[in-house]
């Protein structure tokens, strides 16, 4: 088949506007995670044309056009920005990976996710959305600790040792931070004490459990925030231990698992994703956010890592990300080459 890759690359150096946060290229995939898909993909016999999805992603598009695009893109700018290439494929009627347009809207918006997951009645910490600083009335039944975060954003943006508050004062400091750097409203949530959690799914009939990682922050000063912060990301991921299949009793293991698949379909999520996770002391998996466009670099990325303990290959993964694309797409089921044979 001829795929089109679609993706956002990181700067070789952050060429920020003014009005720009310190981390706004923090979404963006690295070359090598941009050549390890194409790779991947030329290695199963298709023909592979990456085109970064920037203001002339459409005409070069239209250009091929694909039979398929294997999408990565994180988008531009807005509060809905990892829908802009699903909605212009949706447009064309050009067969993608992953999940739909309101899906890619939705996940992004943090509030909207979580309402969502109060209506279904699955564990999400408790939460305030905060506009201005100087009206914290919506937080005042919240309990401290409260961790703050900017409340459209992904890859731990907008977070570091000073984003867990233990005072209105703290709080009120770290508000006008998040809307004043990255323009938009803060999520307030509180900070769930207790082990921290990624779960990996992957295809659609049905969709797969991969096994199950747990981030261990005991290695990190605790002046720092023991949770999957920006900074630590950057700067001290080295300290963090990784155990791949956390260990979970049985019983603990299911629950996260059908908790982690509901949220899955409820969200309409198709052909991957990734949950973050923060596992009460009482064992109450509590949802952070959950992201359809998880981190494929084959050298860092939890997803990528998560099927290796499976037992596969970077190569086998990317084939059953465009498998579960193709799968949707009746005309491309019967294409030579469309399946590794």
Same mark, same amino acid.
């Given at each position: 088949m001829k795929i089109a890759l679609a993706y956002n690359k990181k700067p070789e150096e952050d060429?920020?506007?003014?009005?720009?946060?310190?981390?706004?290229?923090?979404?963006y995939d690295p070359p090598r995670t941009i050549e390890a898909i194409t790779s991947a993909l030329e290695s199963l016999g298709h023909k592979v044309f990456p085109i970064e999805a920037k203001k002339d992603f459409l005409e070069r598009i239209l250009e091929i056009p694909p039979d398929i695009v294997f999408n990565i893109a994180e988008g531009l700018k807005g509060e809905s920005r990892e829908s802009q290439v699903p909605a212009i494929l949706e447009w064309?009627?050009?067969?993608?990976?992953g999940s739909d347009p309101l899906t890619m809207a939705i996940t992004l918006d943090k509030p909207i996710t979580k309402k969502i997951l109060q209506v279904e009645g699955i564990p999400t910490p408790r939460f305030a959305v905060v506009s201005e600083s100087e009206n914290l009335t919506s937080v005042e039944s *919240? !309990?401290?600790?409260?961790?703050?975060?900017?409340?459209?954003?992904?890859?731990?943006?907008? *977070? !570091?040792s000073k984003s867990i508050v233990y005072s209105c004062k703290e709080l009120k400091e770290r508000v006008d931070i998040i809307i004043k750097f990255y323009n938009q409203p803060a999520l307030v949530e509180e900070f769930i004490e207790g082990r921290e959690l990624t779960v990996g799914i992957l295809g659609n009939s049905p969709p797969e459990v991969l096994p199950i990682k747990e981030l261990d922050f005991s290695g990190v000063p605790e002046n720092l925030g023991r949770f999957a912060s920006g900074e630590i990301k950057a700067k001290y991921w080295y300290l963090v231990k990784h155990y791949c299949p956390a260990p979970l009793d049985e019983s603990l293991y299911e629950r996260i698992k059908n908790v982690s698949l509901k949220v899955f379909k409820v969200l309409?999520?198709?052909?991957?994703?990734?949950?973050?996770?923060?596992?009460?002391?009482?064992?109450?998996?509590?949802?952070?956010?959950?992201n359809p466009l998880p981190d494929l670099d084959p050298k860092e990325g939890n997803f990528p890592d998560m099927a290796r303990v499976k037992g596969m290959s970077y190569k086998e993964l990317i084939n059953a990300i465009l498998n579960a694309g193709v799968s949707r797409y009746p005309n491309l089921l019967n294409m030579e080459g469309s399946r590794e044979r």
């Open positions: 060429i920020l506007e003014d009005d720009e946060p310190p981390d706004r290229y923090a979404e064309l009627g050009i067969p993608y990976t *919240l !309990n401290f600790p409260l961790i703050v975060k900017p409340s459209h954003e992904g890859s731990s943006m907008g *977070l !570091n309409r999520c198709r052909d991957l994703a990734r949950l973050d996770i923060r596992l009460s002391k009482d064992g109450t998996p509590y949802i952070l956010e959950i």
